[in-house]
Protein backbone atom coordinates (compact mmCIF):
# COMPACT_ATOMS: atom_id res chain seq x y z
CA UNK A 1 0.00 0.00 0.00
CA UNK A 2 1.28 3.61 -0.90
CA UNK A 3 0.05 7.10 0.61
CA UNK A 4 0.37 10.49 -0.85
CA UNK A 5 2.89 13.07 0.76
CA UNK A 6 0.60 15.44 2.59
CA UNK A 7 -0.36 11.98 4.56
CA UNK A 8 3.38 10.82 4.97
CA UNK A 9 4.16 14.62 6.53
CA UNK A 10 1.32 13.57 9.18
CA UNK A 11 3.57 10.27 9.64
CA UNK A 12 7.03 12.45 9.81
CA UNK A 13 5.02 14.66 12.50
CA UNK A 14 4.20 12.41 14.74
CA UNK A 15 7.70 10.36 14.66
CA UNK A 16 9.53 14.02 14.68
CA UNK A 17 11.16 13.54 11.57
CA UNK A 18 11.06 17.46 10.34
CA UNK A 19 9.31 18.65 7.04
CA UNK A 20 8.21 21.98 6.21
CA UNK A 21 4.82 22.75 7.27
CA UNK A 22 1.77 22.30 4.60
CA UNK A 23 -1.64 21.46 4.17
CA UNK A 24 -3.73 19.65 1.63
CA UNK A 25 -6.56 21.23 -0.30
CA UNK A 26 -8.68 19.53 -2.59
CA UNK A 27 -10.26 22.92 -4.41
CA UNK A 28 -8.62 26.48 -5.38
CA UNK A 29 -9.90 28.40 -2.46
CA UNK A 30 -9.34 25.40 -0.24
CA UNK A 31 -5.14 26.37 -1.42
CA UNK A 32 -5.63 29.87 -1.34
CA UNK A 33 -6.74 29.63 2.34
CA UNK A 34 -3.66 27.24 2.83
CA UNK A 35 -1.45 29.85 1.49
CA UNK A 36 -3.21 32.40 4.12
CA UNK A 37 -2.13 30.50 6.99
CA UNK A 38 1.22 30.41 6.00
CA UNK A 39 1.43 34.03 4.98
CA UNK A 40 4.55 35.70 5.07
CA UNK A 41 6.43 32.11 4.23
CA UNK A 42 7.65 31.67 0.75
CA UNK A 43 5.43 28.62 -0.95
CA UNK A 44 5.29 25.55 -2.74
CA UNK A 45 2.42 24.07 -4.45
CA UNK A 46 2.55 20.68 -5.18
CA UNK A 47 0.38 17.78 -7.18
CA UNK A 48 -0.32 14.84 -5.01
CA UNK A 49 -0.34 11.74 -6.49
CA UNK A 50 1.03 8.47 -6.10
CA UNK A 51 3.74 8.79 -8.14
CA UNK A 52 6.77 10.45 -8.32
CA UNK A 53 9.11 12.67 -10.67
CA UNK A 54 6.05 15.52 -10.09
CA UNK A 55 8.90 18.13 -10.52
CA UNK A 56 9.73 17.57 -14.34
CA UNK A 57 6.43 16.00 -15.24
CA UNK A 58 3.55 18.00 -17.32
CA UNK A 59 -0.37 18.03 -17.66
CA UNK A 60 -2.46 16.53 -20.44
CA UNK A 61 -3.42 20.17 -21.07
CA UNK A 62 -0.09 21.30 -21.70
CA UNK A 63 0.62 22.87 -17.97
CA UNK A 64 4.37 22.06 -17.16
CA UNK A 65 5.43 20.74 -13.58
CA UNK A 66 3.67 19.49 -10.74
CA UNK A 67 5.49 21.47 -8.12
CA UNK A 68 5.38 25.09 -8.31
CA UNK A 69 7.19 28.14 -6.20
CA UNK A 70 4.17 30.26 -5.77
CA UNK A 71 3.42 34.49 -3.22
CA UNK A 72 0.31 34.49 -2.58
CA UNK A 73 -2.69 32.85 -1.63
CA UNK A 74 -4.02 34.43 -5.42
CA UNK A 75 -1.55 32.75 -7.33
CA UNK A 76 -2.04 29.37 -4.84
CA UNK A 77 -5.58 29.37 -6.26
CA UNK A 78 -4.57 30.22 -9.93
CA UNK A 79 -2.00 27.45 -10.04
CA UNK A 80 -4.31 24.84 -8.10
CA UNK A 81 -6.83 25.30 -10.61
CA UNK A 82 -4.68 24.21 -13.46
CA UNK A 83 -3.76 21.35 -11.69
CA UNK A 84 -7.01 19.74 -10.02
CA UNK A 85 -8.66 17.63 -11.77
CA UNK A 86 -6.22 17.59 -14.60
CA UNK A 87 -4.05 14.56 -15.74
CA UNK A 88 -0.04 14.52 -14.58
CA UNK A 89 2.31 12.72 -16.38
CA UNK A 90 5.49 11.62 -15.00
CA UNK A 91 8.14 9.44 -16.07
CA UNK A 92 6.86 6.76 -12.84
CA UNK A 93 3.09 6.94 -14.31
CA UNK A 94 3.04 6.17 -17.84
CA UNK A 95 1.53 7.88 -20.94
CA UNK A 96 -2.09 7.68 -18.73
CA UNK A 97 -1.04 9.51 -16.07
CA UNK A 98 -2.73 10.23 -12.74
CA UNK A 99 -5.33 12.54 -12.28
CA UNK A 100 -4.46 15.19 -9.48
CA UNK A 101 -7.80 15.24 -6.94
CA UNK A 102 -5.52 17.20 -4.30
CA UNK A 103 -2.58 19.54 -3.81
CA UNK A 104 -0.67 20.14 -1.01
CA UNK A 105 0.69 23.98 -0.32
CA UNK A 106 3.55 23.68 1.79
CA UNK A 107 6.74 26.27 2.99
CA UNK A 108 9.53 26.58 0.70
CA UNK A 109 12.80 26.42 2.04
CA UNK A 110 15.93 27.75 0.48
CA UNK A 111 18.51 24.99 -0.33
CA UNK A 112 21.86 24.43 0.15
CA UNK A 113 22.07 20.98 -0.75
CA UNK A 114 19.59 18.01 -2.16
CA UNK A 115 20.82 14.45 -0.66
CA UNK A 116 18.70 10.79 -1.45
CA UNK A 117 17.96 8.93 1.47
CA UNK A 118 15.96 6.12 1.96
CA UNK A 119 15.19 2.67 4.20
CA UNK A 120 13.97 -0.44 2.18
CA UNK A 121 13.52 -4.02 3.07
CA UNK A 122 16.84 -6.30 1.53
CA UNK A 123 15.24 -9.55 1.00
CA UNK A 124 19.27 -10.83 -0.12
CA UNK A 125 20.16 -10.12 3.36
CA UNK A 126 16.58 -10.12 5.20
CA UNK A 127 17.99 -7.12 6.90
CA UNK A 128 16.84 -3.22 6.45
CA UNK A 129 19.20 -1.55 4.47
CA UNK A 130 19.68 2.25 4.30
CA UNK A 131 20.73 3.92 1.06
CA UNK A 132 21.90 7.29 0.82
CA UNK A 133 23.73 9.52 -1.79
CA UNK A 134 24.65 13.16 -2.16
CA UNK A 135 23.12 13.15 -5.27
CA UNK A 136 19.67 13.94 -4.63
CA UNK A 137 16.20 15.78 -6.17
CA UNK A 138 17.44 13.11 -9.07
CA UNK A 139 16.02 10.13 -10.21
CA UNK A 140 18.38 7.76 -8.22
CA UNK A 141 18.04 4.91 -10.61
CA UNK A 142 19.91 7.20 -12.95
CA UNK A 143 22.68 7.88 -10.06
CA UNK A 144 22.34 4.10 -9.55
CA UNK A 145 23.31 3.86 -13.16
CA UNK A 146 26.09 6.54 -14.06
CA UNK A 147 27.96 6.71 -10.90
CA UNK A 148 27.14 3.73 -8.60
CA UNK A 149 30.01 4.85 -6.34
CA UNK A 150 27.78 7.56 -5.23
CA UNK A 151 25.10 5.28 -3.39
CA UNK A 152 26.23 4.67 0.11
CA UNK A 153 24.66 1.58 1.30
CA UNK A 154 24.00 0.66 5.15
CA UNK A 155 22.81 -2.92 6.78
CA UNK A 156 20.68 -3.08 10.09
CA UNK A 157 20.96 -5.77 12.33
CA UNK A 158 17.23 -6.30 12.45
CA UNK A 159 17.33 -7.22 16.22
CA UNK A 160 20.01 -4.72 17.35
CA UNK A 161 18.59 -1.90 15.25
CA UNK A 162 20.26 1.11 14.17
CA UNK A 163 23.52 1.64 16.01
CA UNK A 164 24.75 5.21 16.56
CA UNK A 165 28.39 4.38 14.91
CA UNK A 166 26.44 3.50 11.64
CA UNK A 167 24.46 7.12 12.41
CA UNK A 168 28.10 8.65 12.33
CA UNK A 169 29.51 6.27 9.14
CA UNK A 170 26.71 7.32 7.01
CA UNK A 171 26.96 11.09 8.03
CA UNK A 172 30.17 11.55 7.48
CA UNK A 173 30.11 9.13 4.31
CA UNK A 174 27.42 12.35 2.99
CA UNK A 175 29.95 14.89 4.23
CA UNK A 176 28.42 16.23 6.94
CA UNK A 177 29.87 17.48 10.07
CA UNK A 178 29.22 19.22 13.01
CA UNK A 179 25.43 20.44 13.74
CA UNK A 180 24.07 19.16 10.43
CA UNK A 181 25.07 15.84 11.14
CA UNK A 182 23.63 15.79 14.78
CA UNK A 183 20.37 16.76 12.93
CA UNK A 184 20.69 14.43 10.35
CA UNK A 185 21.14 11.69 12.90
CA UNK A 186 18.19 12.45 14.60
CA UNK A 187 16.43 12.88 11.79
CA UNK A 188 17.55 9.56 10.32
CA UNK A 189 17.01 7.31 13.80
CA UNK A 190 13.32 8.69 14.11
CA UNK A 191 12.83 7.89 10.14
CA UNK A 192 14.37 3.71 11.26
CA UNK A 193 11.63 4.11 14.02
CA UNK A 194 8.86 4.58 12.06
CA UNK A 195 9.74 2.36 9.49
CA UNK A 196 9.88 -0.38 12.28
CA UNK A 197 6.95 0.81 13.61
CA UNK A 198 4.68 0.68 10.76
CA UNK A 199 6.21 -2.36 9.37
CA UNK A 200 7.26 0.10 5.93
CA UNK A 201 8.59 -1.66 3.22
CA UNK A 202 10.13 1.54 1.98
CA UNK A 203 10.49 5.17 2.98
CA UNK A 204 11.75 7.57 0.56
CA UNK A 205 12.96 10.81 0.81
CA UNK A 206 14.01 12.46 -2.12
CA UNK A 207 15.74 15.14 -1.68
CA UNK A 208 16.44 15.12 1.69
CA UNK A 209 17.47 18.88 1.93
CA UNK A 210 19.95 21.46 4.20
CA UNK A 211 19.29 24.85 4.37
CA UNK A 212 21.24 27.72 4.21
CA UNK A 213 19.69 28.34 8.20
CA UNK A 214 21.32 24.99 9.31
CA UNK A 215 18.23 22.78 9.10
CA UNK A 216 18.04 19.46 7.73
CA UNK A 217 14.27 18.71 6.27
CA UNK A 218 12.58 15.83 4.24
CA UNK A 219 11.26 17.74 1.54
CA UNK A 220 9.25 14.85 -0.28
CA UNK A 221 8.21 11.31 0.98
CA UNK A 222 7.32 7.79 -0.46
CA UNK A 223 5.94 4.89 1.67
CA UNK A 224 5.49 1.69 0.97
CA UNK A 225 3.97 -0.70 3.62
CA UNK A 226 3.86 -4.28 3.75
CA UNK A 227 0.22 -5.28 3.32
CA UNK A 228 0.69 -8.33 5.32
CA UNK A 229 0.98 -6.29 8.17
CA UNK A 230 -1.77 -3.80 7.78
CA UNK A 231 -3.99 -5.12 9.82
CA UNK A 232 -1.79 -4.10 12.88
CA UNK A 233 -2.08 -0.55 11.54
CA UNK A 234 -5.70 0.42 10.88
CA UNK A 235 -4.81 4.31 10.84
CA UNK A 236 -2.79 3.77 8.18
CA UNK A 237 -5.58 1.85 6.03
CA UNK A 238 -7.50 4.85 6.90
CA UNK A 239 -5.12 6.64 4.86
CA UNK A 240 -5.39 4.53 1.69
CA UNK A 241 -6.84 6.07 -1.73
CA UNK A 242 -8.71 2.95 -3.69
CA UNK A 243 -9.26 6.31 -6.62
CA UNK A 244 -5.19 5.95 -7.10
CA UNK A 245 -5.08 2.26 -7.28
CA UNK A 246 -6.33 -0.06 -10.22
CA UNK A 247 -10.08 -0.34 -9.67
CA UNK A 248 -9.37 -4.37 -10.60
CA UNK A 249 -7.06 -4.49 -7.55
CA UNK A 250 -9.18 -2.89 -5.13
CA UNK A 251 -12.00 -5.33 -6.41
CA UNK A 252 -9.80 -7.87 -5.52
CA UNK A 253 -8.63 -7.43 -2.26
CA UNK A 254 -12.19 -6.55 -0.72
CA UNK A 255 -12.54 -10.46 -1.42
CA UNK A 256 -9.19 -11.59 0.05
CA UNK A 257 -8.09 -12.20 -3.56
CA UNK A 258 -4.41 -12.23 -4.89
CA UNK A 259 -5.05 -10.16 -8.21
CA UNK A 260 -2.73 -7.99 -10.49
CA UNK A 261 -3.71 -7.14 -13.29
CA UNK A 262 -1.18 -7.74 -16.43
CA UNK A 263 -0.94 -6.68 -20.67
CA UNK A 264 -2.25 -10.32 -22.05
CA UNK A 265 -5.76 -11.30 -23.05
CA UNK A 266 -5.75 -15.23 -20.88
CA UNK A 267 -7.35 -14.39 -17.81
CA UNK A 268 -6.53 -17.22 -15.66
CA UNK A 269 -8.49 -18.22 -12.25
CA UNK A 270 -5.77 -20.58 -10.01
CA UNK A 271 -5.42 -21.62 -6.67
CA UNK A 272 -2.16 -21.39 -4.83
CA UNK A 273 0.32 -18.34 -6.06
CA UNK A 274 3.14 -21.15 -7.40
CA UNK A 275 0.41 -22.81 -9.02
CA UNK A 276 -0.87 -19.63 -10.31
CA UNK A 277 3.34 -18.64 -11.58
CA UNK A 278 2.90 -21.64 -12.99
CA UNK A 279 0.33 -21.40 -15.12
CA UNK A 280 0.92 -18.32 -16.33
CA UNK A 281 4.54 -19.18 -17.24
CA UNK A 282 2.74 -22.15 -19.66
CA UNK A 283 0.58 -20.06 -21.22
CA UNK A 284 3.65 -18.25 -22.09
CA UNK A 285 5.22 -21.03 -22.97
CA UNK A 286 2.24 -22.07 -25.73
CA UNK A 287 2.55 -18.74 -26.92
CA UNK A 288 0.08 -16.97 -25.58
CA UNK A 289 -0.03 -13.89 -22.86
CA UNK A 290 -1.46 -13.68 -19.54
CA UNK A 291 -4.12 -11.02 -18.35
CA UNK A 292 -3.50 -11.05 -14.92
CA UNK A 293 -2.24 -12.96 -11.97
CA UNK A 294 -5.04 -14.06 -10.11
CA UNK A 295 -5.14 -16.49 -6.70
CA UNK A 296 -8.26 -17.67 -5.12
CA UNK A 297 -5.86 -19.14 -2.36
CA UNK A 298 -6.42 -22.37 -0.10
CA UNK A 299 -9.58 -22.35 0.92
CA UNK A 300 -11.63 -20.34 -1.56
CA UNK A 301 -15.29 -19.93 -1.09
CA UNK A 302 -18.01 -19.95 -3.74
CA UNK A 303 -18.34 -16.28 -3.13
CA UNK A 304 -14.69 -15.31 -4.25
CA UNK A 305 -15.04 -17.53 -7.00
CA UNK A 306 -17.59 -15.67 -8.64
CA UNK A 307 -16.11 -12.11 -7.40
CA UNK A 308 -12.67 -13.10 -9.02
CA UNK A 309 -14.85 -14.10 -12.21
CA UNK A 310 -16.41 -10.91 -12.88
CA UNK A 311 -13.23 -8.88 -12.07
CA UNK A 312 -11.49 -10.96 -14.84
CA UNK A 313 -14.52 -10.29 -17.04
CA UNK A 314 -14.58 -6.72 -16.15
CA UNK A 315 -11.18 -6.30 -18.33
CA UNK A 316 -12.14 -5.74 -21.95
CA UNK A 317 -8.66 -6.98 -23.17
CA UNK A 318 -9.89 -10.59 -21.49
CA UNK A 319 -10.28 -13.29 -24.74
CA UNK A 320 -10.07 -15.98 -22.60
CA UNK A 321 -10.31 -17.45 -19.11
CA UNK A 322 -8.37 -20.69 -17.94
CA UNK A 323 -9.18 -21.92 -14.58
CA UNK A 324 -6.70 -24.33 -13.18
CA UNK A 325 -7.20 -25.42 -10.08
CA UNK A 326 -5.82 -28.27 -7.86
CA UNK A 327 -8.03 -29.89 -5.45
CA UNK A 328 -5.58 -30.04 -2.18
CA UNK A 329 -7.39 -28.14 0.76
CA UNK A 330 -9.93 -27.28 -1.46
CA UNK A 331 -12.99 -28.67 -3.09
CA UNK A 332 -13.02 -28.74 -6.73
CA UNK A 333 -17.18 -29.34 -6.98
CA UNK A 334 -16.77 -25.79 -5.11
CA UNK A 335 -14.97 -24.01 -7.44
CA UNK A 336 -17.22 -25.47 -10.55
CA UNK A 337 -20.23 -24.14 -8.37
CA UNK A 338 -18.72 -21.09 -8.00
CA UNK A 339 -17.79 -21.00 -11.36
CA UNK A 340 -20.98 -21.66 -12.60
CA UNK A 341 -22.91 -19.31 -10.47
CA UNK A 342 -20.09 -16.44 -11.70
CA UNK A 343 -20.84 -17.34 -15.57
CA UNK A 344 -24.83 -17.65 -15.35
CA UNK A 345 -24.41 -13.62 -13.86
CA UNK A 346 -21.81 -12.86 -16.78
CA UNK A 347 -23.01 -14.62 -19.61
CA UNK A 348 -19.58 -16.24 -20.31
CA UNK A 349 -18.89 -14.13 -23.23
CA UNK A 350 -15.90 -15.73 -24.00
CA UNK A 351 -14.04 -19.39 -24.33
CA UNK A 352 -13.40 -20.91 -21.38
CA UNK A 353 -10.84 -23.64 -20.48
CA UNK A 354 -10.80 -25.56 -16.98
CA UNK A 355 -8.91 -27.96 -15.57
CA UNK A 356 -9.29 -29.52 -12.12
CA UNK A 357 -7.72 -31.98 -10.36
CA UNK A 358 -7.66 -33.37 -7.09
CA UNK A 359 -10.09 -33.61 -4.11
CA UNK A 360 -13.77 -34.32 -5.25
CA UNK A 361 -12.63 -33.50 -8.70
CA UNK A 362 -15.15 -35.95 -10.05
CA UNK A 363 -18.12 -34.27 -9.03
CA UNK A 364 -16.59 -30.78 -9.77
CA UNK A 365 -16.65 -32.06 -13.25
CA UNK A 366 -20.26 -33.82 -13.37
CA UNK A 367 -21.51 -30.55 -11.93
CA UNK A 368 -19.77 -28.71 -14.82
CA UNK A 369 -20.72 -30.82 -17.48
CA UNK A 370 -24.61 -30.88 -16.20
CA UNK A 371 -24.29 -27.07 -16.31
CA UNK A 372 -25.24 -26.39 -19.84
CA UNK A 373 -22.57 -23.90 -20.21
CA UNK A 374 -19.54 -23.68 -22.94
CA UNK A 375 -16.77 -24.99 -21.11
CA UNK A 376 -13.84 -26.78 -22.36
CA UNK A 377 -12.73 -29.87 -19.78
CA UNK A 378 -8.74 -30.10 -19.97
CA UNK A 379 -6.84 -32.75 -18.85
CA UNK A 380 -3.25 -31.36 -17.48
CA UNK A 381 -2.20 -28.15 -17.48
CA UNK A 382 -0.24 -28.22 -20.54
CA UNK A 383 -3.74 -29.47 -22.21
CA UNK A 384 -5.62 -26.84 -20.73
CA UNK A 385 -3.10 -23.72 -22.28
CA UNK A 386 -3.06 -25.19 -24.96
CA UNK A 387 -6.70 -25.02 -25.84
CA UNK A 388 -7.26 -21.81 -24.53
CA UNK A 389 -4.41 -20.30 -26.35
CA UNK A 390 -5.95 -21.88 -29.81
CA UNK A 391 -9.04 -20.53 -28.57
CA UNK A 392 -8.37 -16.94 -27.91
CA UNK A 393 -6.35 -16.91 -31.85
P1 LIG B 1 8.99 14.81 -7.24
O1 LIG B 1 10.06 13.93 -6.68
O2 LIG B 1 7.69 14.08 -7.42
O3 LIG B 1 9.41 15.55 -8.47
P2 LIG B 1 9.57 16.62 -5.03
O4 LIG B 1 8.76 16.77 -3.81
O5 LIG B 1 10.86 15.89 -4.87
O6 LIG B 1 8.65 15.94 -6.15
O7 LIG B 1 9.81 18.06 -5.65
C1 LIG B 1 10.65 18.29 -6.76
C2 LIG B 1 11.68 19.35 -6.43
O8 LIG B 1 11.04 20.54 -6.02
C3 LIG B 1 12.60 18.96 -5.29
O9 LIG B 1 13.72 18.23 -5.74
C4 LIG B 1 12.98 20.29 -4.70
O10 LIG B 1 14.08 20.83 -5.40
C5 LIG B 1 11.76 21.17 -4.97
N1 LIG B 1 10.91 21.27 -3.76
C6 LIG B 1 9.98 20.39 -3.33
N2 LIG B 1 9.40 20.77 -2.18
C7 LIG B 1 10.00 21.93 -1.84
C8 LIG B 1 9.87 22.86 -0.74
N3 LIG B 1 9.00 22.64 0.25
N4 LIG B 1 10.66 23.95 -0.75
C9 LIG B 1 11.55 24.18 -1.75
N5 LIG B 1 11.72 23.36 -2.80
C10 LIG B 1 10.96 22.25 -2.87
MG1 LIG C 1 11.21 13.84 -5.10
Known amino acids: MNIHE ?31 EFEGAKLVIKAQVHAGGRGKGHFKNGFQGGVHLIESPQQASEFAGKMLNETLVTIQTGEAGKLVRKVMVAEAVDITHEYYLAILMDRGTSRPVIVASTEGGMSIEDVAHNTPEKIIRQFVHPLLGLQGYEIRKL ?18 SNLYKLFISLDCSMVEINPLVTTPDGRVLALDAKFGFDDNALYRHPEIVAMRDKEEEDPREVAASEYELNYIGLDGNIACLVNGAGLAMAT ?53 NVIAEGVIAAAKETGLPI ?32 DGAQKIVAAVA
Not at 18 to 30: F, L, R
Not at 282 to 303: C, M, Q, R, T
Open 280 to 332: MDIIKHYGGEPANFLDVGGGASKEQVTAAFKIILADPNVKGILINIFGGIMDC
Open 171 to 188: AGALGMHGDIAKQFGKLL
Open 351 to 382: PLVVRLEGNNVEQGKATLDASGLNIVSASTMA
Open 6 to 36: YQAKELFDRFQVPSPKGKVASTPEEAAAAAK
